[in-house]
Each structure stands twice: as structure tokens, then as C-alpha cells.
């Protein structure tokens, strides 16, 4: 049984934060915790960024600068260093989201390549990733997931988006740098899921370059995965997937509800936790054919994860096996995991302030929506905070 005291080690977990960040960091999650508050926040800096208020210096001073690691990838070059002298690896990711224009979109896979292809030399980042709808717009996936025929000018632009796809997915390949693929809304996933599966097939040969992400709250994604499994075994490629538990719990909910079908997401906390463990430890009972990026800020499963390593004689370092958490948040698992010698990574956002903004609210939003999270974070800031006074 993994040490369950691992994670409470508040000097290993806040070694990096000096005296004021810890205190802003204290702060952030303090008005975090207060729902009410985020909400009106959220609203506010939205308005404040679209009628152009001079709000971005303090976005970048607080929030920004606790959860991103820069406006551009140069900026996140000590961040990348620092990390990885404690042995933290770093997921750097483009997290600009909700795009609509072709010349966007090529911009962002021109980036995510240039992304892969720095990494190639740079030992701190083992992966490269991007967003389904970084490539092409959320309308286009949802026709397909929906198998509605797409106009002239749509197919066109599917085209393009596949194009992209397969661009990105060689020059990952041609780099032998892994290529995490994030999971989106329900109703434009079974394109995504098709399209990266294709990838898979042509690119993970050798061994896993294309990594898709299966969002553990949807209750169809262990027979989704064991399918494929069978798939890749009959057809000779080899499989990675990153899994999470997923950012679109009431989004998906209400959509269901609206319009009268099954919810996809399991029916408790509970059930979401139980499907993570059943699909992490069918990934691991196959880990010959499927490699596994374990993106959680859970203890639990993060201490099963190195309980089922421990008894299939997985070694800690195994290459096959990651855990990630997100820059800004469960430190206390990252850091203990780092210096434990295991391979875990945080993930990076960057990108211009206006352009994170989506991606910082939702983050915003998740912590309050998730039970004990941000309680957590505020106990052990409290906790390393008297440590240090001492």
C-alpha cells in the first residue's frame, strides 16, 4: 500500500512558491472557495476585457500568473526549468479556445508543430498537445458526431481540420515527441474519437505517439476503450490515452435534460471516481499494448495508481506511465510524486491574457463546482504557511 501520507508533505509540495506567492495563492483559493463570487468575477472580467478596460494587469498579477505560464512559450521557460530541476516534467499548452476562422486554426496547428518540434530538444517536455476545437470549428465536429450532411463549403473545411490532424500527428511522430489530445463536449466527441483513432492507426505503429483523453465521467468509456483495444490488437498499433474525469459536468447535464436524452455523465461523484479506477487499471493490466497519462488531482486514485504499479512489478520511472496535474493547483501531488521519482508533469497553459480568459473561468468554476478541492488547497497553503513561520 502506498504511503498515504505522501501528500501531506507541505515543504516538498511548496518548495518553488516564495514567502508572497504562497500568500497569493492563499488568496486566490480563499475567493475561489465563494461561489457567488466567482460567478459575478467571471462576469465582470468578461465584460471588462470586451469593452477593452485596462484590466489586464491585474488579471496577469493574480490569477493569470498562478495558473498560466505565460503570455508565450519564452515566458514559460523558467517555469519549464525550475520544474524540472525538482524532476517535474511540463505539458506546455495553447490554451487559446473558441476560434472560427481557417487562418486561426492554422495558426494554432503551426504552433502546436513548432511546440513538438522544441520539445524534440528539450528533455523538461516529454509531449506536445492541443484542443479538437483548436483545430477546427465545435459546429463542424458536431455535424459529423450527429452524421448530418455537411454543405459544400463544410466539407471543405473538414477537410482542412483533417489535414491539420494528420500535419501535427507526423510531426509529433517525426519527433518522437507524444501528442495529448484533449476531450471536449459529448456531442462533437465521436468525430474527434474517430478522427484520432485514424491518427493512432497511421502514427502509434512502434509504439503510442497519438494520445486521446477519455473523460472518466461518461459512463460509456470503459466499453468504449476495451472496443478499441480489441481494434488496435486486430489491426497491429498500439494505443495511449490520457484519462481525467472531466470539465463539462453541467454543461453536459443541462443539455441533456433540454433536450430529453440520457445524460452521459454517471449519476454520482462516486461513480465518475469508480470509472476512473476501472479504466486506470484496465490500462494497466494491459500496459504492453496501451500506454497512460493519468491526469488527476485526486489522492486516491493517484494512490491506487502507484499501489497497482507496485504490485505489477511497473517500475516508478516506467515511461509507459504518467501522472499529470494543472499548473497552479495540487502541488502537493506533483511535487511529492516528483521527488518520489515517479514521472508526472504539470500542465502548462499559455497564450495572450484576453485569449485564456475562457480557460481560467472554467478553471475558476470547476474548483468551486468540485467538493474539497479548494478546501484542500486552503489547508495545506495554511499548513506550509505556519511551517514557515515556524
Known sequence: MASNSLFDNTETAFQLKSDSELERAYFLFKMISMEPLVRIGSAVTKFALNVNLPVEGLIRSTVFDHFCGGVNERDCMGTVDKLYDVGVSSVLDFSVEGKEEDLQFDATAQKVIELTEF???????????????????????????????????????????QARYDTVSKAAHDCGIRLLIDAEESWMQDAADDLCEKMMEKYNIDRPIVFNTLQCYRWDRLDYLKKLHQRARTKG??????????AYLEKENERAIENGYKSPICESKKATDDNFNEIMKYILDNIEDIEIFVGTHNETSTYLCMDVMK????????????????????????????????????????????????????????????AGQTSRELTLLKKEKARRKL
Request: charged share 25%; net charge positive; hydrophobic share 35%.
Open 311 to 370: 504490485e505489477k512489478g511497473i517500475a516508478k520511472s516506467d515511461d509507459r506511465v504518467w501522472f499529470g496535474q494543472l499548473y497552479g493547483m495540487s502541488d502537493h501531488i506533483t511535487f511529492n510524486l516528483g521527488a518520489e521519482g515517479y514521472n508526472v508533469a504539470k500542465y502548462i497553459p499559455f497564450g495572450p491574457v484576453k485569449d485564456v480568459m475562457p480557460y481560467l473561468i472554467r478553471r475558476a468554476e470547476e474548483n468551486t463546482s468540485v
Open 237 to 246: 498499433y498500439k494505443l495511449g490515452f490520457k484519462i481525467v474525469r472531466g
Open 119 to 161: 520539445a524534440e530538444n528539450k528533455e523538461a517536455m516529454p509531449f506536445s498537445v492541443f484542443k479538437p476545437t483548436g483545430l477546427g470549428r465545435f459546429k463542424i465536429w458536431q455535424k459529423i458526431t450527429e452524421k448530418k450532411p455537411l454543405t459544400e463549403s463544410e466539407q471543405v473545411y473538414w477537410e482542412n481540420l
